[in-house]
């Protein structure tokens, strides 16, 4: 008996020691998941898998955070049984629910805030919420011991979009929550950190010395950088009404117009007044979850009462919620082919995405914030492209064509704002440019959609409103990534190096652009869809546009992307006086931000303010809409009812 005491406390040591080093090996990884935002309303950041010293990544990449998982707070391992064990504990009411409540607690925070990680730790993992807190206080102790800043993450977006996946298939399809013990659901979050790093997207054992290496980081970077980045949403939203549910009467002339106000009330039955006051309404409840409400608040409303205050027939009422809800068999026939294993990858959110409120009897769940919010802003984009079937590809054409149109006229409107004639800098629009080209057979040549001229600087932009696939964007397709890549990156990088010849050549010297003195050329693409750069993905587009021979000439910078998100803050400062060119020399000129997206060129250089202007166009757009909706549910509100929901502005607006 004594010898077999020695021999179980001996193995058991050796495993405690082993744990330890493994910790500590884990410890002095700085390159475990960035999450969150990098800036104060608009962040692009990525994430990546926690590595040991075998592993490699590229030299360039940096990250926020580390994520950690089941088997390093508890110490032992972490199995797609166990999760799904976990998550059969519960209703997918409840599943949904408390995703959603989550999701909004971090969506309303910094996502490496200590307090609101403490806050989910305690909620969500109860008895055990101080076993994970002492971890993560050792963990951050050695950080400081070592000069470093420690910033670790136990719950985040992308572990709640896989337990909701998995719930589909391992949860009873009901509404009501039986078990009040949330430790279940807590660790199979934590499980589901550890799991996720295994999906094919991540490119851990992809060396990013090899072109295919580098192939694999830039789209995981990129995707990663989509999933978490975050927008002025208010920005957004007046954005989205404005391109996407507004008649441009400048357009009208245009050969491929399109009423948009009728477009919209043929593809979901609603007047664009009507489809923005319910999606209003809908963002508002969800919203206004937070980390002071999310103990007593549900992510869920009432199918048959939610709209009940208003004198709306069901027809109406049922296009409302066509907008945004599916009902539970849909979502679960949706998964419920799939192993557990194929439900794991964190940012395949395409089952939830097009649809993010899952119906329950009467509840309408919505288990992410981040999602409800993409539907109400680009997602109309894709609403009215499904409008047209699948296989009329002209139809589906024209509407992307004059979208495009319509996104050029509304950058060019931009531009005008923030340069205003007899300025220090000058913008000369696409037209100006065509107008002082040579023809050749009545053809003039292709050439960029603007440029800004201050002295012997030229800014060359060329916009953008081609969107990536919803696969693609969700990681599950990427070589139509890397396909629709030559038409967002590689083209707009040739239209733009053939303007800059054209300048050099002195075709454009009538528009005052002197290519005798000129020195510098900085070329920009500008993108409608949220478009995030970080170091691996920067990589590989510029050897693609190396490899094309394009933007060599001499006195050219660093090709740059900005998203319209970025210029439409950067508006109000361009206004008053702020260079655009400076900036750009600053960011290219640095090899730390020259391969990051403004946002986190911002932060890198203690510049977080460079991004927070309001922009006064669309703040108008949004306090006229906010007006038009509350009237809207005043005129239809039902003679004594309560009009509390409808007739406040939602919490984001104050």
């Known amino acids: 008996m004594k010898k077999r005491r020695k021999g179980k406390s001996r193995a058991a040591t050796q495993r405690r020691d082993s744990r330890r080093a493994a910790r500590r090996a884990t410890a002095s990884q700085r390159t475990g998941k960035a999450v969150a935002s990098v800036g104060a309303h608009l962040s692009s950041s990525t994430r990546a898998t926690l590595r040991n010293s075998s592993q490699q990544q590229p030299a360039d990449e940096t990250f926020i955070a580390r994520r950690m998982g089941y088997a390093e707070v508890f110490g032992r391992p972490s199995t797609i049984q166990g999760v799904v064990s976990r998550l059969s504990q519960y209703p997918l009411g409840q599943v949904l629910d408390l995703a959603g409540r989550a999701s909004a607690v971090l969506h309303h925070s910094e996502i490496i805030s200590l307090d609101t990680q403490n806050q989910l730790c305690t909620a969500l993992l109860g008895s055990k919420a101080l076993i994970a807190q002492r971890r993560m206080l050792t963990e951050a102790l050695g950080e400081k011991r070592h000069g470093r800043e420690p ?9 709640l979009i896989a337990a909701t996946k998995l719930a589909a298939v391992a949860s009873p399809p009901t509404a009501s929550p039986t078990n009040s013990s949330l430790e279940g659901f807590g660790e199979a979050l934590l499980m589901l950190n550890d799991l996720i790093e295994a999906t094919p997207l991540n490119p851990i054992k992809a060396d990013p010395a090899t072109p295919a290496g580098q192939r694999k980081w830039a789209y995981y970077a990129f995707v990663a950088s989509l999933f978490y980045q975050r927008t002025n949403f208010r920005h957004s939203l007046a954005r989205t009404f404005h391109l996407y549910l507004s008649d441009n009467p400048a357009l009208h002339g245009s050969g491929s117009y399109i009423d948009l106000p009728s477009l919209v009330e043929v593809a979901t039955g609603l007047k664009p007044i009507e489809l923005w006051s319910a999606l209003f309404a809908f963002l508002s409840n969800y919203y206004s979850i937070n980390k002071d409400t999310a103990h007593n608040t ?10 009940d205050v208003l004198a709306l027939d069901d027809v109406h009422v049922a296009s409302m919620f066509a907008l945004v809800a599916q009902d539970v068999n849909t979502f679960t026939a949706k998964l419920a082919g799939s192993a557990p294993e194929d439900l794991l990858a964190p940012f395949a959110s395409l089952a939830i995405a097009a649809a993010p409120l899952v119906t329950i009897g009467d509840q309408c769940f919505g288990p992410s914030l981040p999602l409800i919010m993409q539907r109400l802003s680009g997602g109309l984009y894709h609403i009215l492209l499904n409008s047209y079937p699948e296989a009329d590809r002209k139809a589906r054409s024209r509407f992307q064509g004059y979208l495009g149109d319509v996104f050029e006229d509304y950058v060019h409107r931009l531009l005008q704002r923030a340069f205003a004639p007899g300025g220090t800098v000058r913008y000369v629009d696409e037209r100006e440019i065509a107008s002082a080209l040579p023809k050749t057979k009545g053809r003039v040549p292709q050439a960029c959609d603007g440029l800004l001229v201050r002295d012997d600087t030229v800014i060359v ?51 005052g652009v002197d290519h005798l003195k000129l020195s510098k050329v900085y070329p920009v693409v500008v993108h409608l869809q949220e478009f995030p750069v970080r170091p691996p993905f920067y990589n590989w587009v510029s050897t693609a546009i190396a490899d094309a021979g394009v933007l060599s000439q001499p006195g050219v910078r660093a090709l740059q992307f900005l998203e319209i998100g970025d210029l439409e803050a950067l508006e109000p400062k361009l206004a008053s006086g702020t260079r655009l060119d400076v900036i750009l020399e600053r960011k290219v000129a640095d090899s730390r931000t020259r391969g990051e997206s403004l946002v986190n060129y911002s932060v890198l250089r203690g510049q977080s303010s460079l991004l927070d202007g309001r922009n006064s166009f669309l703040d108008r757009i949004y306090l006229n809409l906010t007006a038009q909706s509350e009237q809207f549910f005043a005129d239809h509100v039902t003679s004594g009812a309560d009009n509390g929901l409808y007739a406040r502005r939602s919490a984001q607006d104050k």
């Open 461 to 511: 932009l060329e916009f953008k409103a081609k969107f990536l696939t919803a696969a693609a964007r969700a990681g599950e397709d990427e070589a139509a990534f890397f396909n629709k890549l030559e038409d967002i990156v590689i083209a707009p990088a040739k239209q733009i190096s053939n303007t800059i010849d054209m300048i050099r050549s002195g075709s454009l010297s009538a528009l």
């Open 298 to 307: 549900n992510a869920t409303i009432s199918r048959s009462h939610f709209f």
């Open 151 to 159: 910033a670790f993450v136990l719950f985040d977006e992308a572990a």
